[in-house]
Antibody, heavy 119, light 107 residues
């Protein structure tokens, strides 16, 4: 079965760039949409965006100016870059697969990685 | 953006109770409504997709209903492992959005 695992720095300084990678195992990254979702401590869930294996993307307008999601089909992984971070970007970041290209409910999810923005 | 409003934001219930959580969309989303369960320190887990389809492996005490703008998640005979936070999510259009969550606590 498909499993996802996030990796990246747990601490990022304000104004710098947050970069995370999601490794997909147990299945191919071809087909499906691949998502990033975040959750600030004690708060709800926010969808950041998704990428298709071909490279086409769809971002949340609230973050679009700062977000880039990329995919590496050869490594079976996809990545998130979030520029100009502030403490408000402190959150648990999850990667997740969409159910299909025609519907976007999320399963499976990675375990999540906590990113703190602080100097 | 489609706003998703859940109610209540929290509730206290006893083992064996029937629990109903509601989710309202700011515009019609047909049946593109999904429910997740999240336990502390864990990633969310999908329970129900497309309003009423039970994800594989999810107990049948969970059920969903609704269409358009109003949806419900029902847990029949609440079990100890069901104490968690529940989120609805619309997949009708992007940006994909979630409700604010409902925390189900032990009475």
């Amino acid at each position: 079965q498909v499993q996802l695992q996030e990796s990246g720095p747990g601490l990022v300084k304000p104004s710098e760039t947050l970069t995370l990678t999601c490794n997909v195992s147990g299945g191919s990254i071809s087909t499906y949409h691949w998502n990033w979702i975040r959750q600030p401590p004690g708060k709800g869930l926010e969808w950041i965006g998704y990428i298709y294996y071909s490279g086409s993307t769809n971002y949340n307008p609230s973050l679009k100016s700062r977000v880039t999601i990329s995919v590496d089909p050869f490594k079976n992984q996809f990545s998130l870059r979030l520029n100009s971070v502030t403490p408000a970007d402190t959150a648990m970041y999850y990667c997740a697969r969409s159910s299909s290209v025609w519907d976007n409910w999320f399963d499976p999810w990675g375990q999540g990685t906590l990113v703190t923005v602080s100097s | 953006d489609i706003q998703m409003t859940q109610s209540p934001s929290s509730l206290s219930a006893s083992v064996g109770d029937r629990v109903t959580i509601t989710c309202r969309a700011s515009q019609s989303i047909s049946r593109y409504l999904n429910w997740y369960q999240q336990k502390p320190g864990k990633a969310p887990k999908v329970l129900i997709y497309a309003t009423s389809s039970l994800q594989s492996g999810v107990p049948s005490r969970f059920s969903g209903s609704g269409s358009g703008t109003d949806f419900t998640l029902t847990i029949d005979s609440l079990q100890p492992e069901d104490f968690a936070t529940y989120y609805c999510q619309q997949s009708y259009s992007t940006p994909l959005t979630f409700g604010g969550g409902t925390k189900v606590e032990i009475k």
